[in-house]
């Protein structure tokens, strides 16, 4: 004899499969979005250093 509540522990750890792989794509594409922040902000921080002097960071306020 199966237990009625089997099903619907079945359907719950579905849904919490479900979870953890949308999950793990956002956390992707996270990853790939902040690859990208930390590309750009390096180009910025070189064109920066090319563009001006070296000077003291007080010197910059």
């Known amino acids: 004899m199966t237990d009625p ?3 619907e522990r079945e359907a719950l750890l579905g849904r919490v499969r479900e979870y953890e792989q ?4 956002q956390v992707d594409k996270l990853r790939t979005h ?3 922040a930390e590309d750009f902000a390096e180009t910025l921080r070189t064109r920066l250093h090319q563009a001006a002097p070296a000077r003291a960071p007080e010197a910059l306020w």
């Open 5 to 7: 509540l089997d099903g």
């Open 22 to 25: 949308a999950a793990t794509e």
């Open 34 to 36: 902040l690859a990208c």
